[in-house]
């Protein structure tokens, strides 16, 4: 993280439309290089924020700068130096990828060679292909490859890979993470968890039009009451007695002693004295897996209820 | 100006693929043009004309309506503006793209339907084709204009599909473009002056029929450019470019103000019905540029014989006479009138005609009765009528094209025409004058003075019909009235009124002690003297009606002694029957030459190619009689 003033920046955030408060006062900064994800149930206000930093959307109260434009005041200034790949959207039945590319280069100052990004998307042998024709995970890259074409570094991708198979999902994660290897900002808002998890340097999750948690995936797993799971198995049965306990901490052996299953508070100094442990008492150690707490775990606890129901 | 040509481009791509715009631009008006094209055309050209000017329109409609205003919704209710929503652009580059695509989709079809009309069914190859270009890229892109509008006012495909039906239709059938707008009861036509597709059909139908410029045109065109402006204005403004923007019902009232223009002209227009008019002068042109064919027929010509012949009429000239029948190549596309038995002259010409009541000379008269006793004109084949006054308004009427009227010069002291009562006065007024009406003329006028009268080239009206009337007016004898012709002619409450008048004697006499030997005897010797004589009726006078008089007027000539020849020559107004000339004719069964009453027997009578109507031709006017 740099000292140098945050990418975006919300401040009070508030969107309502009539009665109903879509966002009611969120407040957080996106640095350079980051990806940044809003995590959420539908409904929660995710798009509603996404699409305000965009400037497609006018704010009811809040202060918000993005690339240190207003999008309220300077949308035309600030579409032009972001790139976004929306939720709906579609193009034209009868466009084809590279028509489409070279039509949205021309709405920007600056673009890059349509044919390197389509290549380097793997669209490039679509390149005459209707839009009605291309599959899912097609479509979805060329919204990539439109989101890119002004050569942005900040990037809003709502919802990359929702309604997608997971075998193109994974596609697309590795399109992320090789865009946040060229060093861009990313804001990116999902209902997935392992999306976040995998992706977002810092998630923001999102309930409501609140934010009701934020930090690195880690930080978020840490500060939940939910307990790491462990799991150790050795050749030889273990000794009956004297296993180190931490306070918080419960033991369960398999009938035949060779299985450990331990729910730890803090499983990583837990783990040291249990290997410590079976190393004096002369077993050979087979496996160790441990299992944190997801950021589901951290959701429900949150909110009492399931991220996706 | 980068994303303008990006968006034209693409659009005009997207346009190219979507079968919808090949119907709707070339499949849609193609059915129509060779349904209409089989049962209008003809291959004569005045129906192709009405029938590309209505495909065109179709096409403008089509384009412009349907093109423009249920793309964009589709494109809004597809979420595809919402992608645009995020780039750097303002709605302008798509809407004038929408615009340019519209124009250049438009031009080819408009071209191919004019090639077509010209090869296919002979219509001429317009003669102001930039005109024609200007005036059609200013209505589709005004229709076009209006269909952004449509679509920023609507919520959904379907009120976009009604909006567009509700312009659609009434502009299609009450512009003109597919009746003429003349057939349309009055207060449709007034309706019809509020629609932008009236004010286009009738540009068009100025540029193909009657070679008008687009500076003839200026009203409609300004009013198209000025919907453009207003369009795009407010298209720009109500702009949406996500479907869950709504917009209010009332929202829809802002296409009253695309039709604002429209609003002021057609208010201006119900007064001065200046474009009513004009619609009924071009149907008026159109129907004179039929083409007609009249086969083996005896034609009087400038010889003042009468030959075998066949004319052919096109373009309300006389194209060419045939001395043998020509192939039938020659006329298979035209309206073919069999000749034989029927002779063919230029039309007649009456000389003087006063607009006024034959049963009450000072009584009132109504601009319809006006309008009537000249269509009695046309219909005893009598083509130009000169007045003596008060026919200025009714002489523009007929120039203009707007009613079916004679040709109507004006005539009076200051042309020169003199009205004398007797010999001595005629030899007076020799100096002065032009034309002498001696109709007046009681007693036998000298020889001497006949000869001064050839010498100065005088010309000399006796309008001996004036005098046969006269004196059945103080006989109380209405034989005139009884002559077949003018039963039906005249309107028949006007024909008894009339006969009740003479027959009580209440009739006052245009001439006093009128003589009609005398008078005849005058014309006889005038002839023999080599007077130029000139034919006319002074119908309007007491008991002398008008249109028919003019036939009496020749069988009284001929019975006189003036030989037939003489008399046509004079009732015709010196017009002949000659290859490249005005298609004014009269033609009529049985020979004059050897009957002169044989025109009395009126077969057709054609005013610059236009076969006038005959059957019909009171029917605006006997309306309250039937």
């Not at chain 1, 965009?54 to 918000?64: K, N, Y």
């Not at chain 1, 923001?204 to 462990?230: F, H, N, Y």
């Amino acid at each position: 993280m740099t000292a140098a003033a945050p990418v975006i920046s919300v401040r009070g955030l508030i969107k309502s439309y009539g009665d109903f408060k879509a966002v009611r006062g969120i407040d957080f900064d996106v640095h350079a290089g980051e990806v940044f994800g809003l995590l959420g149930p539908n409904g929660a206000g995710k798009t509603t924020t996404v699409e305000i930093l965009e400037g497609l959307r006018q704010r009811t109260a809040g202060d918000v700068k993005v690339l240190g434009f207003d999008p309220n005041a300077q949308p035309g200034a600030l579409k032009d130096r972001i790139g976004v790949s929306l939720q709906a959207t579609n193009l034209q039945d009868k466009i084809t990828v590279l028509e489409a590319v070279e039509l949205f280069s021309a709405f920007y100052s600056r673009s890059i060679s349509g044919e390197g990004i389509l290549k380097r998307l793997q669209l490039w042998e679509k390149r005459n292909a209707f839009y009605q024709t291309l599959s899912g995970g097609q479509k979805q890259r060329l919204a990539l490859a439109l989101a890119m074409i002004n050569d942005p570094q900040l990037i809003f991708l709502d919802e990359p890979t929702t309604g997608l198979d997971a075998q193109v999902r994974l596609e697309i994660h590795s399109l992320i993470e090789e865009l946040r290897s060229d060093n861009r900002t990313i804001l990116l808002t999902t209902h997935y968890i392992e999306e976040a998890e995998k992706l977002c340097d810092r998630v923001a999750i999102v309930d409501e039009g609140r934010i009701i948690a934020m930090g690195t995936p880690r930080e978020l797993q840490a500060k939940t009451l939910g307990q790491s799971r462990i799991e150790i198995k050795c050749e030889q049965p273990l000794p009956a007695d004297n296993a180190p306990v931490n306070e918080g901490d419960h033991l369960a052996f398999s009938d035949d002693r060779r299985t450990l299953t331990v729910t730890a508070v803090r499983p990583a100094r837990t783990i040291v004295d249990l290997v410590k442990w079976i190393d004096q008492s002369g077993c050979e150690l087979e496996d160790i897996h441990l299992e944190r707490p997801t950021l589901e775990d951290v959701f429900i606890e949150l909110t009492g209820k399931r991220l996706r129901e | 100006m980068r994303p303008y040509l990006a968006n034209i481009r693409i659009n005009l791509k997207l346009t190219m693929r979507d079968r919808m715009v090949l119907f709707f631009n070339f499949a849609f008006p193609l059915v129509f043009f060779f349904i209409f094209g089989q049962i209008f055309g003809r291959g004569d050209a005045s129906g192709i004309t009405q029938v590309i000017s209505m495909v065109l329109i179709l096409g403008v409609l089509g384009t412009g309506l349907f093109g423009a205003g249920l793309r964009a919704v589709q494109e809004r209710e597809q979420n595809i503006l919402r992608r645009f929503k995020v780039a750097p652009i303002s709605a302008a580059p798509l809407l004038v793209a929408s615009l340019v695509t519209g124009w250049v989709t438009y031009l080819p079809s408009a071209l191919l339907f004019i090639l077509l009309g010209h090869f296919q069914y002979g219509m001429p190859i317009p003669a102001q084709p930039f005109s024609l270009f200007a005036i059609l890229s200013l209505g589709v892109i005004a229709f076009r204009a209006v269909g952004l509008v449509i679509a920023s006012v609507v919520n959904s495909m379907q009120e976009s599909q009604v909006l567009v039906q509700l312009l659609y239709l009434p502009m299609l059938f009450l512009s003109g473009a597919t009746f003429p707008l003349g057939l349309l009861p009055n207060w449709l036509q007034i309706a019809a002056q509020f629609l932008p597709a009236t004010y286009l059909n009738t540009g068009i139908t100025a540029i193909l029929v009657r070679n008008e410029s687009l500076a003839e045109n200026a009203w409609p065109a300004t009013a198209l450019a000025l919907t453009t402006a207003v369009s795009m204005f407010i298209s720009t403004k109500l702009f949406r470019w996500e479907k869950e923007e709504k917009i209010s019902a009332s929202a829809k009232l802002w296409l009253l103000a695309v039709f604002a223009p429209f609003a002021v002209l057609g208010v201006w227009q119900a007064q001065s019905k200046e474009t009513i008019n004009k619609s009924k002068a071009l149907t008026r042109d159109i129907q004179r540029i039929r083409t007609t064919f009249i086969r083996n027929a005896r034609v009087f010509d400038d010889s003042g014989s009468a030959r075998a012949a066949s004319l052919l009429i096109r373009n309300g000239k006389i194209e060419e006479i045939y001395a043998t029948e020509p192939a039938k190549s020659v006329y298979e596309k035209a309206a073919v009138i069999e000749g034989a038995g029927k002779t063919v002259l230029p039309a007649l010409a009456d000389h003087l005609v006063e607009l006024t009541d034959p049963a009450a000379p000072a009584g009132p008269w109504k601009r319809d009765d006006v309008r009537r006793a000249l269509a009695a004109y046309l219909f005893s084949g009598i083509t130009s009528v000169a007045v003596l006054e008060d026919g200025d308004k009714f002489a523009a009427e007929a120039r203009q094209g707007e009613r079916l009227l004679p040709e109507i010069t004006v005539t009076g002291a200051t042309a020169g025409f003199v009205r004398v009562t007797s010999a001595e006065e005629l030899a007076k007024r020799v100096a002065d004058a032009r034309v002498i009406d001696i109709s007046g003329v009681r007693e036998a006028i000298p020889a001497a003075v006949l000869r001064d009268v050839s010498k100065s080239g005088v010309a000399l009206l006796p309008a001996l019909v004036s005098v046969e009337a006269s004196e059945q007016a103080v006989k109380g004898a209405p034989e005139l009235l009884e002559r077949g012709l003018i039963q039906q002619v005249m309107a028949r409450p006007r024909l008894e009124a009339l006969r009740r008048l003479v027959q009580s004697r209440k009739l006052k006499p245009a001439v006093e002690q009128a003589n009609l030997g005398v008078a005849s005897v005058n014309l006889r010797l005038a002839s023999a003297e080599g007077v130029r004589l000139v034919m006319g009726t002074g119908s309007g006078r007491p008991l002398v009606p008008h249109g028919p008089a003019i036939h009496r007027e020749l069988q009284l000539w001929t019975a006189a002694g003036v030989p037939a020849p003489v008399a046509l020559r004079a009732a015709t107004g010196g017009l002949v029957l000659r290859k490249g000339g005005a298609a004014t004719l009269l033609v009529v069964d049985g020979n004059p030459l050897a009957d002169i009453s044989a025109t009395e027997r009126v077969s057709a009578v054609f005013l610059k190619g236009e076969r006038v109507p005959r059957s019909t031709l009171f029917e605006e006017y006997d309306e309250d009689a039937k």
